[in-house]
């Protein structure tokens, strides 16, 4: 039988093949889903292959040009649930998007809550070791003080994971606040 994962991380690869991260190296996209997915193996001990395929294929609806069919046909219903799970609604304003964060974190299922933990704490280091271009530090704080908010509402399910965000929460809002004094002075 084929392995999923690596099926899921072909799929993902092709599709994520034309974007690049925001940092300052415009890093290949598809190292984010990567690195998340490894997140959540490695820190959070998860070895549920459907979380993990979902993990991979996480961006793939939100930002290209993947449908729900063929997540559907290529890996099943319950990782195309996931996936929807950490989709958001892009024909909403970012503004919105980012309520609603915030507003459903606490309602979304354990296998998507452990995934959106290990993307924030994925797009959090990267912030602090290499911000988007265009980003203020007082917008990296912003963010920080935005993402604890929505990880509030995803912990609970897996202790690692929570005990690891909110190291890397603390210790980020910390370092940032530091380095806009820095700035300030
Ligand atoms: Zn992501």
Request: aromatic share 4%; hydrophobic share 35%; net charge negative.
């Amino acid at each position: 039988m084929p392995n999923q994962l690596l099926q899921s991380v072909l799929f993902a690869c092709t599709k994520h093949e034309d974007q690049r991260r925001k940092n300052s190296n415009a890093t290949p996209y598809i190292n984010h889903p990567v690195e998340v997915a490894e997140y959540l193996s490695r820190v959070g001990g998860v070895d549920d292959v459907e979380i993990l395929v979902a993990a991979i294929l996480h961006d793939t609806i939100e930002d290209t040009n993947t449908t729900a069919a063929e997540i559907r046909e290529c890996f099943g219903d319950s990782v195309l649930g996931l996936v929807l799970e950490c989709t958001d609604d892009k024909s909403l304003e970012k503004s919105e998007r980012k309520r609603l964060q915030i507003e459903n974190a606490s309602q979304k299922s354990p296998g998507a809550k452990q995934i959106k933990l290990a993307d924030k704490a994925c797009n959090l280091k990267s912030i602090l070791v290499d911000p988007p271009k265009d980003w203020t530090i007082s917008r990296q704080i912003d963010y920080f003080e935005w993402a604890k908010k929505v990880c509030d509402g995803l912990t609970g399910v897996n202790e690692k994971l929570d005990e690891e965000i909110n190291q890397i929460l603390d210790d980020g809002i910390r370092t940032l606040t530091d380095r806009l004094n820095d700035e300030q002075q």
